[in-house]
């Protein structure tokens, strides 16, 4: 299966994020992902990310500015801006899965040579997916979580949040109540 789009969007009726990937086949598969499941995905995306720098840079200080640059050099080369192909507007799309995304519950994340990833997402029971991407692929989808989780206001340690400016006096501003519904 060779991906041609992705999305990953807050859905705030669900409070979860909805990933969507279509195929160069003409295939769309659509997954949920909860707060708990990204809380827990995002260490291993960007441990497996290390790891395979690691195999390529031995040295730590240029492994760093090394994964740093590849990520900003896949970042620029995606097309973020291009907005999702829905159902019809190419050729129909079938849906291996079924049309209501499936709530991801189990991940793996391994390497499988330099460059190239294999990211497999599974619902309690049933068929999940497995995914082949290259390092561009692995960064664009990592932006596309981390953008998504932000929309949500999920408070994640991933995404720390800027510091509050501090007030007169050097103490940290207070931050105004939030109104929760």
Not at 1 to 26: C, K, N, P
Not at 91 to 118: D, K, N, S
């Amino acid at each position: 299966m060779q991906i041609h789009q992705m999305q990953v969007v807050f859905d705030a009726a669900e409070d979860r994020l909805r990933m969507r990937l279509s195929t160069t086949s003409g295939e769309e598969f659509r997954v949920f992902l909860t707060r708990r499941f990204v809380r827990l995905l995002w260490p291993e995306l960007q441990r497996t990310v290390d790891r395979a720098a690691a195999a390529r840079h031995p040295g730590p200080a240029a492994r760093r500015e090394i994964v740093s640059f590849e990520r900003e050099k896949a970042l620029t080369e995606t097309d973020f801006k291009t907005p999702f192909q829905e159902s019809g507007q190419a050729a129909p799309r079938q849906f291996p899965l079924g049309e209501v995304p499936f709530l991801a519950t189990r991940a793996q994340v391994r390497i499988e040579r330099p460059g190239t990833y294999r990211l497999t997402l599974d619902p309690q029971s049933g068929r999940g997916i497995e995914l082949g991407l290259d390092d561009r692929l692995m960064h664009s989808l990592a932006r596309l979580i981390e953008s998504a989780a932000r929309a949500a206001q999920w408070d994640l340690p991933f995404l720390a949040p800027a510091s509050p400016a501090p007030a007169p006096g050097g103490a940290p501003a207070e931050e105004p109540p939030r109104l929760l519904n």
